[in-house]
């Protein structure tokens, strides 16, 4: 069947996406989804989960208030949430800070300064870990340690940052010249972006700050003083007395994403035509990036054979991919992912990224792993052959899928009830004294609206499960303690030399009954741990189709 050529895809993505996704997903059931709205409810206790868990229960009531409205002022925040304008005044700045709330001044009075909350950032709170693991990946520990100070200060200037990374981190053999070299490499690759200036204005009445938005201006390089970093050091000087106090500096999360989109792309290949064709995609990214927006929706500008050939050449160490380079290229377009598209002949061949297809092709991937791990690789078939078809009858669906009727009935039922698939009714007009009028109902695939009632499913599960994860720790929360208190303490009796016998003697205070309980519990929170990470793929996954398969408005902006 030509539908089953669809079969390919679901070795695109690695089984991690989707095996705790599955369990998760469905221990609670599929919710009905009707419309923009429920999901938002979704996605709403999930942010309040995720705030509370990070900052507390007044920052998670502020913004609860501010997700349920597109902007509010102090006032109506502090009457919203029966908190005090001080306990107001405080959470909005740790949101402003960490860049999750922006504020300015109100169209009815310039005097007073309303706040919106940026809801699509509050996810990226769960991926501090990735953010931190990529940097460590490309910049070592020294890049690690200035990620994790931006990620636990939410945004500094650069030399209070490096003064943080020389006296509080683990790298104590490290230069500050070390140290700022990495700083401004991370800016000139875009991993760290300058917060807009505080504009200066002579205008007395200006109540609310405004800034000075400069595209130019966002990876300018500080003026970071060696000298006076170590006088810093020493206790001779201050932060304060720095000259690039007015810079602020913070992660730039889309640059972020965008290498675990390129990472997400490369690895599929890499699954389905080998390593070669991944490395080949991996160099063709890197050339548009130099000529087209990283997040431009649908398709790159044009890619020559000529530009891939002589950066290969320049920068490769592969031999076999610069013998073969046509022939990986020719593999990569007529692959059915649709990543590489052939447009022209000029410079030995026109290419274009297409992003629409590339990530239809995974997005689906992972849709019919659901429905595989849900009902079964049947209604995975049935659900390609409508995807395939746009529309079909029933009686028809059972011949193309080559399915008994009776099963192919009670699939098709079960997908309609969790909303996978859509019914589409035609109305025949009757013949006057005729009869009814006579109606046929075709079964189809709504794309956009299967990956939406997906994304809402993972938000729920995700909630669910972090919920879940705290709930372990609340209950066990003595027994935890407990364990870490006679982990120091065995650890400090080593350091002083104990000897083994009696260190013995206080571990056997943890009786063999509470070994067992932690035991469990630690393995039940690290499974959980898990599928929140697992959870996560799924929906950046999710949000990469919205931004380059549809029209509707993502977190996704190129100046932050």
Not at 13 to 18: G, K
Request: glycine fraction near 4%.
């Amino acid at each position: 069947m030509q539908c089953d050529r669809c079969l390919d895809n679901i070795c695109l993505l690695p089984w991690s996406y989707f095996c705790w996704s599955i369990r998760f997903c469905f221990c609670f059931g599929l919710p009905e989804y009707s419309s923009q709205k429920a999901m938002s409810a979704d996605y709403s206790h999930l942010c309040s989960a995720i705030l509370e868990q990070c900052f507390g229960k007044v920052v998670q009531l502020v913004a609860d208030c501010l997700f349920s409205a597109t902007t509010r002022s102090l006032s109506q925040i502090a009457s919203s949430t029966k908190l005090s304008r001080k306990e107001v005044a405080l959470a909005l700045a740790v949101l402003v800070k960490y860049r999750l709330v922006d504020f300015g001044a109100s169209q009815q009075n310039p005097f007073l300064a309303e706040y919106a909350l940026r809801r699509e950032d509050v996810l990226c709170l769960l991926r501090y870990p990735r953010y931190v693991h990529l940097v460590q990946a490309k910049y070592g520990n020294v890049g690690a340690s200035i990620a994790e100070e931006l990620i636990n200060s939410g945004s500094d200037t650069a030399t209070g940052i490096l003064v943080k990374c020389l006296t509080e981190g683990e790298n104590k053999s490290e230069t500050a010249e070390s140290y700022r070299n990495s700083f401004l490499q991370m800016i000139t690759d875009h991993y760290i972006i300058k917060k807009p200036e505080l504009l200066s204005t002579d205008d007395t009445e200006e109540v609310v700050p405004k800034f000075e938005t400069n595209e130019c201006d966002f990876y300018r390089h500080p003026n970071i003083d060696l000298q006076l970093l170590a006088k810093i050091r020493k206790g001779e000087a201050t932060v304060s007395e720095a000259k690039d106090g007015h810079m602020v500096w913070n992660l730039n999360y889309d640059r972020f994403h965008q290498d675990f989109r390129d990472s997400i792309m490369i690895d599929a290949i890499e699954r389905k035509l080998g390593e070669n064709a991944a490395e080949c995609f991996r160099f063709i990214l890197k050339i548009m990036y130099n000529s087209t927006d990283p997040w431009q929706r649908k398709l790159s500008n044009q890619i020559t054979f000529v530009e891939i050939k002589q950066t290969i050449e320049k920068k490769s160490n592969n031999l076999d991919l610069m013998k073969y380079l046509d022939q990986y290229i020719s593999l990569i377009t007529d692959d059915s992912l649709g990543f590489l598209r052939r447009v022209g002949d000029m410079g030995g061949g026109l290419f274009v990224v297409d992003m629409e297809k590339s990530f239809e092709s995974l997005a689906f991937a992972c849709v019919e792993s659901v429905i595989t791990e849900r009902f079964g690789s049947k209604a995975a078939r049935i659900f390609r052959v409508i995807r395939c078809k746009k529309y079909i009858e029933q009686e028809d669906l059972q011949k193309e899928a080559m399915i008994p009727s009776k099963e192919a009935k009670s699939l098709a039922y079960n997908l309609f009830q969790e909303q996978f698939i859509h019914v589409k009714i035609i109305k025949k007009p009757g013949g006057g004294s005729n009869g009814p009028a006579k109606a046929f109902y075709l079964f189809q695939v709504r794309e956009k609206d299967t990956v939406r009632m997906l994304l809402d499913v993972s938000y729920k599960s995700l909630y669910n499960t972090i919920e879940r994860s705290n709930f372990e720790k609340n209950e066990h929360k003595g027994l935890i303690e407990k364990s870490q208190r006679l982990d120091s303490i065995v650890e400090t009796m080593k350091e002083r030399g104990e000897s083994d016998e009696y260190i013995a003697e206080i571990v056997e205070t943890f009786t063999p009954p509470e070994c067992e309980i932690l035991k469990k519990v630690k393995n039940r929170i690290k499974t959980l741990s898990k599928a929140e990470l697992t959870l996560d793929d799924t929906i950046f996954l999710l949000q990469m189709y919205q931004h380059h398969c549809t029209t509707l408005p993502t977190g996704i902006r190129k100046f932050k």
